[in-house]
């Protein structure tokens, strides 16, 4: 199995204090940088899925990759343009996080690969619980690229949550510990962004 590893910068590129919400600093790194230094660790080769102008990523030493389909229909069109970059690179899957969440495992490629089971499912989803309640994160997941066609086609029919499309295949959910903190905690707001402040510091 060749796995490229995707960051998801989302569709529209949110943004906070007028730049890339992924650039804003926690201690002396951007979230991106985080993100891209964890997922450095597991995979060799990386790409950034993110529209807008590519040359705003310039000092990342990545390829960006645009939507393939347009009109900012969410993160599965990112998992789609994943796709099909590997497709055309000899990658037989890809492994997916968000460009907000810093904190995600290392062992994330590990735990979603789950080498003890008997069959290797063709979606590996990664989950928490919490208060008993089983919280999955779709963002984060492993995808068999052999999925690109048919992707496109529910795309294009409208189907835009990626737990209805992963869930039609049989995704496997994985779950990770919480431990003290939320390994999937991201950053949407400012009072996030303190927080996280707070764990680097805490470190």
């Known amino acids: 199995m060749s796995i490229l590893g995707v960051i998801l910068a989302g569709g529209q590129a949110r943004r906070m204090d007028g730049i890339d919400k992924c650039r804003l600093k926690i201690g002396d790194n951007t979230i991106l940088d985080i993100v891209v230094n964890c997922l450095s660790l597991q995979l060799e080769t990386i790409v950034l899925n993110a529209n807008g102008d590519p040359e705003r990523f310039s000092d990342l030493e990545i390829d960006v990759i645009p939507d393939t389909i347009q009109g900012h229909v969410g993160p599965l069109a990112g998992i789609l343009s994943g796709m099909r970059f590997a497709e055309k690179n000899g990658f037989t899957s890809i492994l997916t996080v968000a460009s907000d969440t810093p904190f995600f495992p290392l062992d994330l490629l590990t735990k979603l690969l789950d ?40 795309i294009h029919a409208g189907v835009k949550k990626i737990v209805l499309w992963a869930d039609k295949h049989s995704a496997k959910t994985i779950l990770f510990p919480t431990l003290k903190n939320d390994p999937f905690f991201n950053i949407n707001t400012h009072s996030d962004l303190v927080e996280a402040q707070q764990r680097i510091g805490a470190f």
Do not use: C, M, Y
């Open 115 to 154: 080498e003890g089971s008997k069959e290797t499912p063709l979606i590996s989803i990664a989950a928490t619980k919490q208060n008993n309640k089983l919280i999955r994160h779709p963002t984060f997941g492993l995808w068999s690229v052999s999925l690109a066609d048919d992707l496109e086609e529910n």
